[in-house]
């Protein structure tokens, strides 16, 4: 798929790309968040989700997305498989869940439809959805509290049982189906008090979009609709950028907004109401954000706490959003850039970090790259730190949001920006400025940041030159002295990057260059004009979040207070 090239997303010199802030929470709203959620104990709250009991859903609508067979096999046989993480359905205490959190959100969204509707047919699963949602019920149904009610949570379950109500509503047990019915309308109204709380503008587009769904599914839905798709449009013009990305800079983020989008689309569709432009537009700017950051291969790079995701699951939800597109190339606002030239991909994180109250899991990659030709991922990032599961522990995860875990310069074994509890990122990077420009037979980015600039007195530079037929990428990491600081009089720096999978290694014996065989049989070379080349062992996290194994090379030096400058080169060799 070719990369967009656009007219107005030229950048020139000196762009100067400043923290995104997003509309931040003020006290008023988190007070009443917090007051609306301490209400859910009472009377009070049962009042106000009680109501009239719809007969039925007005339309089912089509699932675009698709189920995880294997996860639908596993629930056949009555486990939940979840991120490498497998728990016996028959144990699991829904009144007490001690579930880690976002396997307790795979269970409380219903996810787990999608994945038995994958594996069976309707008569085999339709009694075990009855059974795990009846028990769910039992447990959650008449009593909102966390994480089962929370917004995101709620807003994803209805829309989940909704398409897969011929699975949960073909029982001809009147009382059973009521509790059914009774849990859309009580959500719904749940959802009405919700959205207009939240606090964080993902939030409130979930809460929105649950709304909405309820308008056009259950009766009597005027109303709602109309406050919810006004609400529904101004928390997304709150929470993504002109160019299609998000606050969050959060590649999986930004693939659940499209799936939220593309299954709400399909509630219209169900209806037969025409889709509103807002929604459309969207998503047709979503799209093109997200292929921004595939490979070659057509899988998804390693971008904050991202896992390398596979080509199969990145097509599956562009199919599901409808949207037919090509990726940008490049994006001030979502951060990333994207230079596509013969059969190689580079992608640049060349924006600061997201604002700490906006980070979904923040990552201190600023500068980082990778790299990939054809099908083969040379030069990588880690990945992974939003997958923490069986295979992932939390410190291992605390590891993957680090400097040291992407491919760029790391002073002194610190972050660029410092990393804080619940994915949240510190003080650092406040400001990046770009330029990016077509040169002979090649494009040159050059960007830097100052996350090192208060901390040691360092500015760092890099220029990439990606040449246009792909087979030679040039590089240039600088340290800058920043002058308002002193600085040590030497400080160590670790240039890395980290490896694609199967690649075999020469280090020649001078450690100035290393040969590097890949597994399609081709061969490239690595070269450095300072330091020596030492190779080391580094891990890459899947789609499923599993680490495995690969390698990195390092360079480091000692860097003096005024500064220093390391050239290197990638060189395809046949």
Known sequence: MAEADRPDEK????????????????????????????????????????????????????????????????????????????QSINAIDYDKSTLPPAFADYVHRFDWLRDLSAAVNRGEGAPLAASIAEKWLAANGDRPRMPAWRIDNSAWRFLNMASAAPYLLTSTDLIYRSKILNHFARTARHLDQSAVRATKPFDKVCGWTGVVAASLLLPEGKARRAMGEHSL??????????????????????????????????????????????????????????????????????????GHLGAERIEALVQASGVRARPLRQALDWGYQRVSAGPAVLQVDAGPPPHAKQALVGCAS?????????????????????????????????????????????????????LLAKGQLGAGVVDVELERRDIEKATRIEANHDGYARSYGFIHNRVLILRSDGMELRGEDTLLPHVKFKGREEVPAHLRFHLGPDIELLLADDKRSVVMRLDDGSSWTFMTALGTIEVDDSLWVDENGRPNPTRQLVIGVNAPKGGMTIGWALKFLG
Not at 43 to 57: F, V, Y
Not at 265 to 275: N, P, S
């Open 233 to 306: 449009e101004a928390a997304l013009s709150d929470l993504v950028f002109p160019d299609g990305g998000l606050l969050s800079r959060a590649p999986q983020q930004l693939m659940e907004l499209i799936a939220l989008l593309s299954t709400l689309r399909e509630c219209y569709t169900a209806r037969q109401e025409a889709v509103p432009d807002f929604l459309t537009d969207t998503l047709s700017r979503n799209v093109p954000a997200l292929l921004g950051l595939t490979h070659a291969d057509g899988g998804l790079g390693a971008w904050q706490g991202c």
């Open 11 to 86: 950048i020139g010199a000196n762009a100067l790309v400043v923290r995104p802030a997003g509309r931040l929470e003020n006290l008023a709203a988190r007070v009443s968040l917090m007051l609306y959620q301490l209400s859910w104990r009472t009377p009070l709250h049962k009042m106000r989700i009680t109501g009239k009991l719809p007969m039925k859903l007005l339309a089912v609508p089509t699932d675009p997305l698709p189920g995880d067979e294997a996860r639908g096999t596993a629930i056949r046989i009555g486990k939940f498989l979840f991120h490498g993480m497998e």
């Open 366 to 418: 600023t500068l980082a790259f990778e790299f990939s030709f054809g099908r083969q991922r040379i030069v990588i990032n880690c990945g992974g730190a939003g997958l923490a599961g069986a295979s992932i522990p939390a410190a291992l995860a605390r590891g993957l949001r680090t400097t040291a875990a992407h491919s760029t310069l790391c002073v002194d074994d610190s972050n660029s920006t410092a």
